[in-house]
């Protein structure tokens, strides 16, 4: 996972790229194995290489020797060979690099190319010929992306808000699926469920096979690989894929041996919790090297404000759920392993969530999957991205592959149904049987922070109430006017935030709004049950210790 910054529009070029340097030295923890500049009298790009594809020759930027572009991006196209067939064009490649063809695809198609991308990215391509550059995100804002502005009219563009902030006037977050030309946003990503109920009614085997493509594919890497496994249905059934295939080499057609044979698994909790449980019990049989990760209360509490720090945001759910993921990533660095598969993004393509099972009609639960996936890049994408880069490890989300939601988004809504007592995710469920041990297969839904141990989010609250008086919470609307905390914990992380990122266009990325068990603010009108409820948490949710149906 790397890191990139772009200056446009600057007016004084070695002063710029002095700033643009400090920039990029705010973010190098994303990409800790090489740094890389270009700079003109118009623009400054600089890179922080993660090495994951083409380790030997792929540092950026990337040029075009012919058309003299260059381009910096953080990202992984899954399906490059075959873009490379597309071209009409004879192209002088000069690396292995899976993002290098995003140059001629850009010189012969325009930003038209967009669309046949299946992968994650944010980059910025410059033509210091003409001086146009093009900014895009991928399809999900799976890959973090920042824009601002300053007073001068310079554009900034970087990979976390952290680098930049204190000098825009103006910044937001890069908005999810658009491209940015000619000082316009504009939205390349257009899939039919965005707008229309799906019909299709689910198919099983192609179900199935939709994922296993996507896992498959994803397994493109030159670098020691593992997986996460929350002891949960979706990271779980990702791990067992994944490790169908870690014997033989992507990159090679599976026709070689995998460089890196044996496959690594990690979960994280506190001693006991009921993940770590479920966890072992999937790696034993699915056969991974497994590694479990135990920490205390204290060491999560005392990385709060580090975690903060990385992931830019002061949203409850999000940091009680990053904080073990972050401690965890360390262990996972410290193994040399460089990317990990993890299960975000099923949750809201098959409304996994228990409030789901309040969901009043199809049209409502596929309309707030809509809502879920659209909302990703500020919650759990965030999360896994942000958690993971602080250390320098690359996270990949095969629920979230391009291909896959175009599969798994167009079934029927009905299909995805919390009825008659069936499961949430019941049509994943019963497509991946006998892949992975049913006590596991058909275990509920725990949100990741209440599963690596219930004390976890008791002793945040607790460390909030002795932090945080009653007055400062009755206060909290004259000291953050801006979306003001409802809760003493809310209250703690915003503090923590404010010193952090002390600006009001900061806090403004930052997604704020009623939420029981991770439910947008429209669903959370779908039930009185959530009336007198200020916490996230799954627990808060009454189906969450029923038994639930299996067949």
């Known amino acids: 996972m790397c890191g990139i910054i772009g200056l446009f529009n600057i007016n004084n070029e070695k002063a710029m790229r002095t700033e643009a340097l400090k ?19 118009y623009c400054v790009l600089m890179h922080e290489r993660l090495s994951i594809v083409d380790v030997e020759h792929g540092a950026q930027p990337l040029f075009d020797k ?145 994922l296993e493509d996507s896992v498959h594919k994803q397994l493109m890497c030159d670098v020691p690989y593992g997986v996460l496994i929350s002891g949960g249905l979706d990271s779980s059934v990702i791990a067992a894929i994944a490790a169908q295939y ?55 509490l005392d990385a709060l404000p580090d975690v903060i720090y990385h992931l830019e945001t002061y949203d409850v759910t999000t940091i009680r759920a990053a904080t073990p993921m972050y401690l965890m990533a360390r262990k996972i660095k410290s193994m040399g392993i460089k990317m990990v598969l993890s299960g975000e993004g099923a949750d809201e393509v098959f409304g996994g969530y228990l409030y789901f099972h309040m969901a009043p009609n199809k049209k409502e639960l596929h309309h707030e ?53 069936k499961a949430e995710k019941y049509v994943l469920r019963k497509a991946f049987e006998g892949l992975i041990p049913d006590e596991v297969l058909w275990r509920q839904k725990e949100q990741f922070s209440d599963g690596v141990g219930y004390n976890w989010i ?37 503090e923590i935030f404010a010193e952090l990122f002390p600006s009001n266009e900061a806090a403004l990325t930052v997604e704020a709004g009623p939420s029981i068990a991770c439910s947008s603010p429209v669903a959370f009108r779908w039930s009185k049950e959530f009336e007198e409820m200020d916490d996230p948490s799954g627990r808060a949710v009454a189906v969450h210790s029923k038994a639930i149906k299996g067949v």
């Open 246 to 300: 870690s014997k033989k080499r992507v990159e090679s057609g599976d026709a070689e041996e995998a460089w890196w044979p044996r496959l690594h698994s990690f979960a994280i909790g506190l001693e006991g919790s009921p993940d770590l449980k479920a966890a072992k019990i999937v790696a034993d049989a699915i056969g991974t090297v497994h590694h479990e990760c135990k920490y205390t209360i204290q060491e999560g």
């Open 458 to 494: 008791d002793s945040l609250k607790d460390n909030a109430e002795e932090k945080v008086s009653d007055d400062d919470l009755a206060n909290a609307h004259r000291k953050f006017p801006i979306q003001p905390p409802s809760t003493k914990e809310g209250y703690y992380y915003r």
């Open 66 to 210: 012919k058309t003299q572009r260059v381009l910096a991006v953080n990202g992984e196209i899954y399906n490059h060979k075959e873009l490379e067939q597309t071209l009409t064009q004879k192209h002088d490649f000069q690396t292995k690099s899976d993002c290098e063809v995003l140059l001629y695809l850009f010189d012969e198609f325009g930003s038209d190319f967009l669309n046949d991308l299946d992968g994650i990215f944010g980059f910025s391509l410059y033509d210091p010929n003409t001086q146009d550059y093009l900014v895009a995100r991928d399809h999900m804002g799976i890959i973090p992306l920042y824009i601002g502005w300053d007073k001068n009219g310079v554009t900034y563009v970087a990979s976390e808000m952290k680098s930049i902030e204190s000098y825009c006037e103006k910044l937001q977050e890069f908005p999810p699926g658009q491209y940015y030309q000619n000082g316009e946003f504009t939205k390349w990503y257009h899939p039919h469920w965005e707008t229309e109920i799906p019909k299709e009614t689910v198919s099983l085997p192609k179900l199935r096979q939709a």
């Open 369 to 421: 999957t809509v809502r879920k996936l659209r909302k990703l890049s500020k919650y759990d994408c965030l999360r896994a991205n942000k958690s993971m880069a602080a250390w320098g490890i690359e996270a990949r989300v095969p629920f979230l592959g391009k291909e896959f939601l175009e599969y798994a988004m167009n079934i029927d809504p009905a299909d995805k149904m919390c009825s008659d007592g």
């Open 23 to 41: 920039m990029a030295g705010k973010i190098r923890h994303r990409g800790p194995d090489w740094s890389g500049s270009f700079s003109d009298d």
